[in-house]
């Protein structure tokens, strides 16, 4: 992967952004899906799989039954026991008292405090165009993705999973990896279109109004700026004094003649 890219909508405060050499990070609470980096996805405390496998991973089980002091039907009953405790509480609305419950307190605060900056893989997709550039009259920025890892502080970045099953924060412990990441970089398998990166920033917010943090980056990060296909062409000399790096290539979208197909026009402009 060579490149990604951010579209764009011509209002003052992204044309200021290009100027400015900016990209914005942002917490969850401000993305406009309100199941994207919180704790509204699908979680499952447990499942009757990754009970087993915390027992048998991380408790003695495993030689008591090489000792033959217990069996395979222990180790069910005692998940079994574990599981519907569990689920005894949560129909009680009284999953606190769940000591696995300070893990979900640990992924609330980080949800909350996590800077999240949102590419595309994609210049070409028309949703992404409609939504986020305008109907077409914005425009589309190309970045050079291994100069952004370089000059970005970043403390993950990666593609986003489009996975409709429930979070099992169970097995996430045994597997020792990073639930409140892994929520992140999880959305709701009908936004997979989006066909998105995401940068997670190495800093944290710091309190309640603390929404944002801005990051500048170099001129040649930029190498190409994509018109939308119903762009105002006599905004182009406007929108090109914004852009500092005079090597950065402007072109259009265009659409195939015998088809809705988009692609990017090999003319500069």
């Not at 400015?20 to 996805?41: A, E, H, K, T, Y």
């Not at 949703?127 to 009259?137: E, F, G, R």
């Not at 999880?186 to 800093?203: A, G, L, M």
């Amino acid at each position: 992967m060579s490149y990604l890219y951010k579209y764009r909508e011509m209002t003052s405060n992204h044309l200021n952004a290009i100027a400015n050499r900016q990209l914005w990070f942002s917490i969850g609470n401000n993305f406009n899906d309100p199941f994207d980096c919180s704790l509204n996805v699908p979680i499952n405390l447990m499942t009757g799989s990754s009970m087993l496998n915390f027992i048998n991973e991380k408790t003695n089980a495993s030689f008591l039954k090489s000792m033959g002091i217990i069996n395979d039907e222990h180790i069910n009953n005692i998940a079994l026991k574990h599981i519907n405790n569990a689920q005894r509480l949560v129909d009680a609305g009284r999953v606190e008292e769940h000591p696995i419950s300070l893990i979900l307190q640990y992924v609330l605060e980080y949800l909350h405090r996590s800077f999240v900056c949102c590419f595309s893989k994609n210049a070409t997709n028309h949703l992404l165009w409609s939504h986020y550039a305008n109907s077409h009259t914005g425009y589309c920025i190309r970045y050079k993705y291994e100069s952004l890892l370089q000059e970005l502080k970043l403390r993950r970045y990666g593609d986003v999973i489009y996975d409709d099953s429930p979070v099992d924060l169970l097995s996430m412990f045994n597997d020792n990896m990073d639930v409140a990441l892994d929520i992140i970089f999880r959305k709701s398998f009908c936004w997979r279109y989006e066909d998105e990166v995401r940068f997670i920033h190495d800093e944290l917010s710091g309190s309640e109004n603390d929404r944002y943090k801005v990051c500048t980056h170099s001129d040649d990060v930029i190498d190409c700026i994509i018109l939308g296909y119903n762009f105002d062409m006599s905004r182009l000399d406007e929108l090109k004094t914004f852009v500092a790096n005079k090597n950065v290539l402007f072109k259009k979208i265009e659409r195939s003649s015998n088809s809705y197909q988009l692609y990017v026009s090999p003319n500069r402009l």
